[in-house]
């Protein structure tokens, strides 16, 4: 079956130190992932997908299929980088998340 | 565009009563899916809908859960006979079609069995 692992509940960095949060995933299939994010007060909604490759806000993510592994990270956090982060996992095609349980960052001065 | 609408925001019920939740998707979407957060876990897929058919629902529980989306009208969750595990929070998420990637998320509603 299906799982994403975020094995970090809340990650505290100061401002401008680098930022890597870890997601996990098993799946038999070929894995489509993403991490999404929530703002104080705010919707769940998609930070940036692994077939896009691109960077968002200052975050990446890479794709590494030998350590099942699709960590998010940016070089130099910013306060504004405080959010719940989830990472997804899709395995229906586009219509089925799979999502971990989530890692709070914390960005503080 | 207003977004993806839920409500209630929330909601109380007695063990035994039945819970209905709504979710409007945003304007131009036609499909649907429905995810529950249990406590200290992840959001859960339970239902992917479009208009008036059921496409998924291999992540609803078997017995008192049921899924729709009316060719007019909201989507409705309906969870019959709660019991107090189906405390959580329940959200939807809407996009224009099965190929568009991104999923657009309701504020969610939290229900609470007491």
């Known amino acids: 079956a299906q799982r994403v692992t975020q094995p970090e509940k809340l990650l505290s960095v100061f401002k401008g130190a680098p930022v890597e949060l870890k997601c996990n995933y098993s799946?038999?299939?070929?894995?489509?992932l993403f991490w999404y994010v929530q703002y104080s007060r705010q919707r769940l909604q998609l930070l940036l997908r692994h077939i896009s490759r691109e960077s968002i806000k200052g975050f990446t993510a890479d794709l590494n299929k030998g350590e099942t592994s699709f960590h998010l990270k940016k070089p130099f956090a910013q306060e504004e980088d405080s959010a719940m982060y989830y990472c997804a996992l899709d395995t229906g095609g586009g219509n089925k998340l799979t999502f971990g349980t989530g890692t709070q960052l914390k960005v503080e001065l | 565009n207003a977004g993806v609408m839920q409500n209630p925001r929330h909601l109380v019920r007695r063990r035994g009563q039945e819970a209905r939740l709504r979710c409007s998707p945003m304007k131009g979407h036609s499909h649907v899916y429905w995810y529950r957060q249990l406590p200290e876990e992840g959001l859960k897929f339970m239902v992917y809908l479009q208009k008036e058919n059921i496409i998924d629902e291999s992540g609803m529980p078997k017995e008192r859960f049921s899924a729709e989306f009316p060719k007019e009208g909201p989507s409705i969750l309906r969870i019959q006979q709660v019991v107090r595990g189906d405390s959580a929070a329940y959200f939807c998420?809407?996009?224009?079609?099965?190929?568009?990637?991104?999923?657009?998320f309701g504020p969610g509603t939290r229900l609470t069995v007491t």
């Open positions: 998420a809407s996009s224009p079609n099965r190929e568009f990637y991104e999923q657009y």
């Open positions: 799946y038999s299939g070929s894995p489509e």
